[in-house]
């Protein structure tokens, strides 16, 4: 199995940062693409965005030039760091993996940005 564990969720006012973090376990676990999605009240979950083993990058254009994804593949964790936050991003945000081609989802951690 994969487990996923995210940290680093809260309250902030916009304008302000948050940084997530998720650590990634289990004996099914393989250095695969991880990343990040968001689900906001009455909408559907959609991708922010997602980072390949080797570094390459995916981001959904809300939150371009304001979130930077990363990872430690030695320690197998995936962050991201979240200036300028806007009351729109307010949503539960999952760590997400792929592994043996099956999706793995964190439990989720709520972000709430307020005006």
């Known amino acids: 199995q994969v487990s996923l564990v995210e940290s680093g969720g809260g309250v902030v006012q916009a304008g302000g940062s948050l940084r997530l973090s998720c650590a990634a376990s289990?004996?099914?676990?393989?250095?695969?693409?991880m990343g990040w999605y968001r689900q906001a009240p009455g909408k559907q979950r959609e991708m922010v965005s997602v980072i390949t083993n080797g570094g390459g990058t995916v981001y959904a254009d809300s939150v371009k030039g304001r979130f930077t994804i990363s990872r430690d593949n030695a320690k197998n964790t995936v962050d991201l760091q979240m200036n300028n936050l806007k009351p729109e991003d307010t949503a539960v945000y999952y760590c997400?993996?792929?592994?043996?081609?099956?999706?793995?989802w964190g439990e989720g951690t709520l972000v709430t940005v307020s005006s």
């Open positions: 997400y993996t792929v592994s043996w081609d099956t999706d793995y």
């Open positions: 289990g004996s099914r676990f393989r250095s695969n693409a």
